[in-house]
């Protein structure tokens, strides 16, 4: 298994989540950790973004689309 030479706290930060976040992910998905700065696996870093992800959803997709408002 190669390395995604992402760690924790890198994840958090591109993503402008908290860093236990990215620890509570690691634990639903059974990912072994030590701190923030432990280098992930590629496909944990790739399980991890797409969870993340998956929250998250598309740019722009957590407003509502119209406002239902009557004019």
């Given at each position: 298994?190669?390395?995604?030479?992402?760690?924790?706290?890198?994840?958090?930060?591109?993503?402008?989540?908290?860093?236990?976040?990215?620890?509570?992910?690691?634990?639903?998905?059974?990912?072994?950790?030590?701190?923030?700065?432990?280098?992930?696996?590629?496909?944990?870093a790739k399980a991890i973004i797409?969870?993340?992800?998956?929250?998250?959803?598309?740019?722009?997709?957590?407003?509502?689309?119209?406002?239902?408002?009557?004019?």
């Amino acid at each position: 298994m190669g390395f995604a030479d992402l760690s924790i706290a890198e994840i958090a930060t591109d993503y402008s989540i908290p860093v236990e976040k990215v620890f509570s992910l690691c634990n639903q998905l059974g990912i072994a950790y030590k701190h923030q700065k432990t280098r992930l696996a590629l496909e944990d870093a790739k399980a991890i973004i797409s969870q993340i992800s998956s929250e998250i959803g598309p740019k722009g997709a957590s407003s509502p689309v119209g406002d239902n408002e009557v004019t």
